[in-house]
């Protein structure tokens, strides 16, 4: 396996809107990011994901960018990104920034002139198309956020495409004037000295062929995945990427190992690593069979010849230790666990703003108080077919966005130190207990535990290179396994469960170190009794 600088990175995302806010309007912005850049240097953090900040009429907070190369106003101005990108590099950090070209806003200039005439030159930048014979939508696949990708456009007679909300209108990457202004567009940020890019659903930019309907039209796999997909990123990497010494990750729903490989194989000449959602996507709570043979089955799919990712929670997944720990009697033990398997399985492991003091998800009563747009929509749609709306409310809690995105908990003050006005969205009210004060002055913190696992990845190469050697395969709460590289050896042993379990296996112990652990332990290996949510890392060297 060939070794890149990419290959060995932690990489900490920043929802800047939600981070730290410097000018009293309620909402993050990237002045508080710079504000805040020597507490994530001294995380031990690489890379910094910035969430976009373009200009945006924020119906899907950023999503739906209306243009390219301006910073909205609520992050700041362009000499702010460029203080914040100078910043991060004399911290010896990098920065990747989002890279949305799916879709843009309805609001962008090229889709108004797109839909302001039939023959407007821009008229084949997006997806339009007649309505069937019987004047239902052109087929009746279903969007992310709304029952119909399709959206009746009065002024022409014609439907729009949109895989996400109604005014995030799907770029039509078929037209070779649309991808070289995008071209164009990465090549300005990457002229400006950013360091890569996290690319939104990129495997969507290929439609099916005539658009048939489907079988199953809840089923979203006809977005994604598409013949002519590898022939748009091979390009990409060939007119921009290869290019310049950046790090890429793409965002790949619906994706095998398998047809994983094919983005990220390193004689591809695509991307340089992605993340799938079988975890995140397909289990709603921690199933730890299924979470092993996921791992595995991803391992065997493309170890030695493409490089993975490590994440269970981002602004779009609920915090991991609400979703697959205990965030309750256990909220720091399974905090800590659930961080170790994120940064010794294999691939480049991601931390959340926040999972390193152990945030949660929320609770909220009120659908008022949620601002996920999906979660909106979903909500008026079934409440529109009769049903309760406090029992449709409780059945989205827990998958809504809105469980990561509360502001980040730095302190007990008024809104947990966040901001000085009124948040953009409802703070999670246990921030007086759980927040990065607090952390910082507990030495058993989640936040110390996360500055000790990161400088282990850095001081021993297995955690970036080695191979995976799983064992007690058939164990329904022990997940536990070997990596192996170039003389060092670890075994990770997990405890996923809030009963005590005996860890069966005879492993030698000449030469062994307990390098981590969550509880306090003694150096034994074999045969032991591990407690609720506990876990261990051994090293042979």
């Known amino acids: ?127 339009w198309r007649d309505a069937k014979e019987d004047g239902s939508e052109p087929n009746n696949w279903r969007s992310y956020f709304t029952p119909s990708t399709w959206e009746y456009d009065d002024k022409t007679g014609q439907y729009y495409f949109h895989s996400f909300a109604t005014e995030q209108p799907d770029l039509n990457w078929e037209n070779p004037e649309v991808r070289e202004e995008i071209y164009n567009m990465m090549r300005f940020w990457l002229d400006k000295g950013i360091d890569g890019f996290r690319m939104d659903v990129i495997n969507l930019l290929a439609k099916l062929e005539g658009f048939p309907d489907a079988e199953n039209p809840e089923n979203l796999d006809s977005l994604g995945n598409n013949p002519g997909i590898h022939e748009y990123l091979k390009e990409m990497n060939e007119k921009v990427l290869k290019h310049y010494d950046v790090f890429t990750v793409g965002e790949i729903p619906f994706v095998t190992p398998e047809d994983g490989l094919l983005y990220v194989g390193e004689d591809r000449e695509e991307l340089n ?43 779009d997944h609920t915090r991991m230790v609400t979703r697959f720990g205990n965030d309750g009697e256990y909220r ?77 908990q730095w302190d007990s003050s008024q809104n947990a130190g966040f901001t000085d006005g009124e948040p953009w969205i409802k703070m999670n009210p246990n921030y007086t207990e759980i927040n990065v004060e607090n952390a910082l002055n507990d030495k058993n913190s989640v936040f110390y535990y996360y500055q000790k696992l990161i400088s282990l990845r850095k001081t021993y190469k297995v955690f970036s290179y080695g191979d995976y050697q799983p064992i007690l395969e058939d164990h329904a709460k022990i997940y536990a396994f070997f990596r192996e590289f170039e003389g060092e050896k670890i075994l990770v042993v997990a405890n996923m469960s809030d009963e005590e379990n005996l860890f069966e296996y005879s492993v030698e112990t000449s030469d062994v170190e307990l390098l981590l652990h969550n509880y306090e332990v003694e150096q034994e290996v074999s045969n032991v009794s591990l407690r609720p949510h506990e876990v261990r890392v051994y090293l042979w060297s």
């Not at 299924?290 to 269970?312: A, D, P, V």
């Not at 800590?336 to 703003?353: A, C, D, E, N, R």
Request: net charge negative.
């Open 1 to 127: 396996m060939e070794q890149k600088w990419w290959k060995e990175v932690v990489v900490y995302q920043v929802y800047w809107r939600s981070f730290n806010d410097t000018s009293g309007n309620g909402v993050g912005d990237l002045e508080g990011v710079i504000e805040k850049l020597d507490y994530i240097q001294s995380l031990g953090i690489d890379v910094l994901w910035l969430n976009p900040f373009f200009e945006s009429p924020d119906k899907d907070n950023g999503y739906d960018i209306s243009d390219y190369y301006s910073v909205m106003d609520k992050a700041g101005d362009m000499e702010t990104f460029e203080r914040l990108l100078e910043e991060v590099h004399k911290r010896d950090m990098k920065l990747i920034m989002d890279l949305v070209v799916n879709h843009t806003s309805d609001q962008h200039p090229w889709f108004i002139e797109s839909r302001s005439s039939k023959d407007n030159p821009k008229r084949d930048w997006y997806i």
């Open 332 to 408: 720091v033990e399974s905090a800590k666990l659930l961080g170790t398997l994120v940064h010794t399985l294999p691939g480049i492991p991601y931390v959340f703003m926040g999972e390193e003091i152990g945030m949660t998800g929320v609770d909220f009563d009120s659908i008022d108080d949620y601002q996920d747009i999906a979660m909106i929509n979903k909500y008026n749609e079934e409440v529109g077919k009769g049903r309760d709306e406090a029992e449709v409310l409780e059945e989205l809690k827990l998958l809504s966005r809105d469980n990561s995105r509360t502001p980040m």
């Open 273 to 315: 690593t992605l993340f799938h959602f079988e975890v995140c996507d397909d289990m709603v709570r921690m199933d730890v069979p299924r979470f092993k043979e996921i791992q595995k089955r991803w391992y065997e799919g493309i170890f030695g010849r493409g490089t993975n990712s490590q994440f269970l929670n981002n602004h």
